[in-house]
């Protein structure tokens, strides 16, 4: 861990896997801080995510210490996860974190097995389960088409509402990306229609829109309520290429076969007719 980056008002910090110790003691924080940027405004993917509300069995504060040990078992268990967060100065204490960021950095296909088995372990087993996995299958089905060669992707970026417009977002991303000039890997991102133009200047143009399809044959109430309260906003899925320069476009770099778009309809054809029942004769 090491800070850099300095501002008069804020440092960046690097959580890196060199100190487990120190992790354990920012990631109460970094929950905190991730549950604040979604709140305000809300975003319902919070609560599939981090869920608090009365569908989860636990209370508020044990659903805090379940997702922030299953966050820092999933960074010390992933080599290629780095988590930077921005504290206030002169301190950088777990209670002054006011922004943070994961970055995934691959050298390789990700995804050469296809798509994981995405289970969502920290809700109770039924429909509510069923329903964040229904999600996360419909966000890692296009992952599994684009995100194959070697690249950076950033999953996670929260700034504290009361430290939005400070340029903390800005520093997260620089931290990130590393020097755009040097840089030898593409980058992708699924970002919210409020993170979108933050990316965008950074060179990251938006490829497809993505609206969550949560429909249901038969649903149950619980079904019914969660389709109501928690099925996320449509969301973009950007991409950078290597070094910002746009002379090459994603379709172009497939060197066989037909286009990643074209691939990622029918992975997701393929899905739907997984899903589906068989007609009754």
Same mark, same amino acid.
């Given at each position: 861990m090491g800070s850099i980056t300095p501002t008069p008002q804020y440092t =960046? +910090?690097?959580?890196? +896997?060199?100190?487990? *110790?120190? *992790?354990?003691? #920012?990631?109460p924080s970094i929950i905190n801080v991730i549950l604040a940027a979604n709140h305000t405004p809300y975003d319902p993917l919070i609560q599939l995510f981090i869920p608090t509300s009365p569908l989860s069995p636990n209370s508020r504060q044990a659903a805090l210490n379940s997702a922030t040990q299953r966050f820092l078992h999933n960074h010390h268990t992933n080599p290629v996860s780095t988590w930077y967060f921005v504290a206030e100065n002169p301190t950088s204490s777990p209670s002054r974190v006011v922004g943070c960021c994961e970055w995934e950095d691959h050298d390789r296909n990700p995804f050469e097995k296809g798509v994981p088995k995405l289970a969502a372990e920290w809700w109770p087993e039924g429909e509510a389960r069923e329903f964040c996995e229904r999600f996360l299958e419909q966000v890692y089905t296009p992952r599994a088409s684009w995100m194959t060669r070697p690249h950076r992707a950033l999953n996670w970026m929260a700034v504290h509402p009361s430290h939005r417009r400070c340029g903390i977002a800005s520093m =997260?991303?620089?931290a990130g990306l590393g020097d755009p000039i040097k840089d030898d890997k593409e980058a992708w991102m699924e970002a919210s229609p409020m993170g979108k133009p933050l990316y965008e200047k950074f060179g990251f143009k938006a490829l497809l829109k993505i609206d969550f399809d949560m429909t249901k044959t038969d649903p149950s109430n619980v079904w019914r309520k969660m389709q109501h309260e928690m099925t996320p906003g449509p #969301?973009? =899925?950007m991409w950078r290429p290597k070094r910002g320069a746009w002379d090459i476009k994603p379709w172009a770099m497939v060197p066989v076969g037909p286009s990643a778009l074209e691939n990622t309809v029918s992975m997701i054809e393929q899905h739907i007719r997984m899903e589906k029942p068989e007609s009754s004769i």
């Open positions: =960046l +910090h690097k959580l890196d +896997h060199s100190d487990p *110790a120190y *992790a354990s003691v #920012i990631f =997260l991303m620089t #969301i973009y =899925l």
